[in-house]
Each structure stands twice: as C-alpha cells, then as structure tokens.
C-alpha cells in the first residue's frame, strides 16, 4: 500500500547512511549524529548547539560531513575529532564518491571540493560517481549528467527521486508510486521491484530496499528485501516485532532504522 504515511517518511528524520562497515545516524530532531561501527558501539557523536540543526549527514570512511542550520556545510575527520566549515552558504545535500571527494550543489551549480565543476545542477540532492551525476528536476524527471562532457540523458516516465549512481555508471531510484528502477548504461528502464529507500551491496551485486504497510496514517509494518538485475525480488527479514526501513548496506553489514522505535538495527549479510 502506498499512501501519504510513506510521503511523511521520505522527508522526514530519522536518517541513516553507511560506509565501510560504519553508519551514521540522524535523530528524529536533527539534535545529534551518531556514527556506529559494525558491531553497534558508538564511536563517535556530534551535537547540535542550542538553537542549531543537523540535517543531510553523509559518510565515506573516517569522513562524516552534514548541514548545519547555523554553520553551513560541516565536516568532521572521526579519527581526529578535527572540524572544518566547508561553506557557509546554503548548500545542496552533501555527497561523498567512493574517491572522497566531496560533491554539492550551490547556486544551480555542481562543486567538488569547494570548487564549480561548470556543470549547470539545478537541484538539492545530487549523486556522483566516476563521470556521472544523477538529480531530478521539479518534473520528478532523472537526469543523468556526463560531467566531462556535459551530455544530459533525461529519464521519464515515472516520477523519481533520491537516485544514485553506480560505480559502473549505472542509476538507481525509488518513484513516488513504489517502483525501484534501475537504469543501466545502455539506456533501458528495469523496474526491480515495488518498495522504497533502496540501497546498493556491492558484495552482493544487487539491491536491499524496504516493503511498507499502514493504515493509512501511519506505518504498521515494513521488511526488508533484496533483488539482482534479471531476478525476481526475495524477501531477508519478516518480523512481527521489528519495521525495518532505510536499509543502509557495507561491508557486509546491513543497517536498517526501526521505525516503530526510531533507532537503528543492523545484521550481518552473511546472516541473511
């Protein structure tokens, strides 16, 4: 079932992203970040100051960078403890490629690493690997940008959001409507399966996303699934006390947020 119930969850808290066996996770009033090793321990937090929020958190290693509502675009080196304001402007949503480097969008432009790609950007949420960008546009339309060339595919039909490219160029997205899309290099269009918040394993080679239930107001169930291109969809979690959502994948770890408790889970793939 798809209702408005699941349009609260896309833009609301809590958040959880993942990287190298770590998770960084955003609660619910954008008051802290925490950042957990495989295991579940907390290693290290970030608190918001009175009066400020956290927001976007974004994680590639030992490099946790996030928004704040009165500082600009933060980040924080984990091992260290060191600080830096990258900008104080308003900023899109921070992306760190698996090459760390740091992506945003200021001013309907692409930056990296505090300086303008050149590229013409104009959206909030970005993803960048290898050559390629992935945004949509105020159509919900996917646009997937050679950033050496400036060649733009434009992708319809569905109304997306939230894509991610892959390492190999590839893109994937949720729609609006509960399809998970994906989109190879040679231009097809491949519905995967019907759920929200996917993630990509790379060990695995396939894609974990969750399947949500309510009841028209609120969410009284959700599992987590996973899914290869060309196969049928398998469902790896089905509890009755746990609503797993935002599924968060690396290095063989497998985050989730509960979303009946607000707090993140994790399991090991090798568990599913």
């Not at 940008?145 to 992708?155: A, C, F, H």
């Not at 699934?225 to 063989?252: I, Q």
């Amino acid at each position: 079932m798809f209702s408005a119930a699941w349009l609260l969850l896309v833009v609301g808290y809590p958040a959880l992203v993942s990287s190298g066996g770590y998770a960084a996770f955003l609660d619910e009033g954008g008051s802290e970040i925490l950042v957990m090793d495989g295991t579940g321990e907390t290693v290290y937090t970030v608190y918001a100051d009175p009066g400020e929020r956290l927001s976007y958190p974004n994680l590639r290693g030992l490099k946790l960078v996030f928004i704040s509502s009165s500082a600009g675009l933060v980040t924080h080196d984990i091992l260290t403890g060191d600080t830096e304001i990258l900008c104080e402007e308003h900023t899109g949503a921070p992306w760190i490629s698996s090459t760390g480097d740091l992506w945003y969008t200021l001013d309907d432009s692409l930056y990296r690493n505090g300086l303008s790609s050149g590229n013409a950007v104009p959206a909030f949420n970005v993803s960048v690997e290898g050559d390629y960008a992935s945004f949509t546009d105020r159509s919900d339309n996917i646009h997937i940008l050679n950033i050496e060339s400036g060649q733009d595919r434009t992708v319809q039909g569905y109304r997306f959001y939230s894509p991610v490219v892959l390492p190999d160029g590839a893109v994937i997205a949720p729609t609006l409507t509960g399809e998970i899309i994906y989109l190879p290099a040679d231009g097809s269009i491949n519905v995967m399966g019907n759920g929200e918040q996917p993630c990509w394993s790379s060990e695995l080679g396939g894609l974990f996303y969750s399947v949500l239930e309510d009841n028209g107001d609120v969410i009284t169930a959700a599992d987590i699934w996973f899914v290869r291109p060309g196969s049928n969809p398998v469902s790896v979690t089905r509890t009755s006390d746990v609503s797993e959502t935002r599924p968060g994948c690396s290095a063989g770890v497998l985050w989730f947020i509960d979303e009946r408790t607000g707090v993140p889970g994790f399991m090991s793939i090798d568990d599913l």
